[in-house]
Antibody, heavy 118, light 108 residues
Framework: QLQLQESGPGLVKPSETLSLTCTVS??????????WGWIRQPPGKGLEWIGS???????YYNPSLKSRVTISVDTSKNQFSLKLSSVTAADTAVYYC??????????WGQGTLVTVSS | EIVLTQSPGTLSLSPGERATLSCRAS???????LAWYQQKPGQAPRLLIY???SRATGIPDRFSGSGSGTDFTLTISRLEPEDFAVYYC?????????FGQGTKLEIK
C-alpha cells in the first residue's frame, strides 16, 4: 500500500523559507506513470495546488506561487521536497504531499500544519 | 486559469435523502480531467470520482458523477451518516490543477 509522509518544521518565521519533505513508501517515486505534488489548505479554507514534479526533475508550478516555489526530487531516497520562500502569515496552512496521475490526485499524505509566525 | 465554482456552499439534508452537488467551470473542461473528492475533519481528501463519472476504487455505488463541458454534478443517491463531509471538485488542464471552493454537506 502506497504511503506518503510529510516532514519538516511546524513553525516558520515571516520572510524565511518553508521547507518540507515527502517520503514515499510502498512504491517507487521513479515510476513513469506518476507525478508527485504539493497541495495546501489554509485553516478552514479550500485546497490550493502548489506544484508537481516528475521523477526526472521536470516541474510545473501554480503561477500564483511560481516565483517563490521550488520542488525537487531525490530518487535515491524516494523523496521529494518543497521550498517556499519569503513566507507570510498567508502561507499558514496544512501542506499535503500527493501522487498525481492523469490529472487526478489519487494518494495523499496525512498533511502537516505549518504556521508562519514570529 | 479555469475557475471552478461549487454550489451550494452548504447543503443540509437528512440520512436517506438524495444529495446533488454542482461544479461549474469558467470555461470548458475535459471530462477526462474532472474529479471529485471527499474530505472529513482532520483528514486528507479522498478521491471519489475521476473522469467526471468513474468511481475510484472502493467507493460505494451510491456516489455517481455526471456532466460535461462546464457543468458537472456529484450525486449521492441515499445519504449515509458517514457521507456528511466537505466535497471538492477539481480539474486538470494546461499542466495546472484547480479546485472548487467546496460544498459542505451537513446533517439537517
Amino acid at each position: 500500500q502506497l504511503q506518503l509522509q510529510e516532514s519538516g518544521p511546524g513553525l516558520v518565521k515571516p520572510s524565511e523559507t518553508l521547507s518540507l519533505t515527502c517520503t514515499v513508501s510502498g512504491g517507487s517515486i521513479s515510476s513513469s506513470s506518476y507525478y508527485w505534488g504539493w497541495i495546501r489548505q489554509p485553516p478552514g479554507k479550500g485546497l490550493e495546488w502548489i506544484g508537481s514534479i516528475y521523477y526526472s526533475g521536470s516541474t510545473y508550478y501554480n503561477p500564483s506561487l511560481k516565483s517563490r516555489v521550488t520542488i525537487s526530487v531525490d530518487t535515491s531516497k524516494n523523496q521529494f521536497s518543497l521550498k517556499l520562500s519569503s513566507v507570510t502569515a498567508a502561507d499558514t496552512a496544512v501542506y499535503y504531499c500527493a501522487r498525481q496521475a492523469a490529472g487526478i490526485v489519487d494518494y495523499w499524505g496525512q498533511g502537516t500544519l505549518v504556521t508562519v509566525s514570529s | 486559469e479555469i475557475v471552478l465554482t461549487q454550489s451550494p456552499g452548504t447543503l443540509s439534508l437528512s440520512p436517506g435523502e438524495r444529495a446533488t452537488l454542482s461544479c461549474r467551470a469558467s470555461q470548458s473542461v475535459s471530462s477526462s480531467y474532472l474529479a471529485w473528492y471527499q474530505q472529513k475533519p482532520g483528514q486528507a481528501p479522498r478521491l471519489l470520482i475521476y473522469g467526471a463519472s468513474s468511481r475510484a476504487t472502493g467507493i460505494p455505488d451510491r456516489f455517481s458523477g455526471s456532466g460535461s463541458g462546464t457543468d458537472f454534478t456529484l450525486t449521492i443517491s441515499r445519504l449515509e451518516p458517514e457521507d456528511f463531509a466537505v466535497y471538492y471538485c477539481q480539474q486538470y488542464g494546461s499542466s495546472q490543477y484547480t479546485f472548487g471552493q467546496g460544498t459542505k454537506l451537513e446533517i439537517k
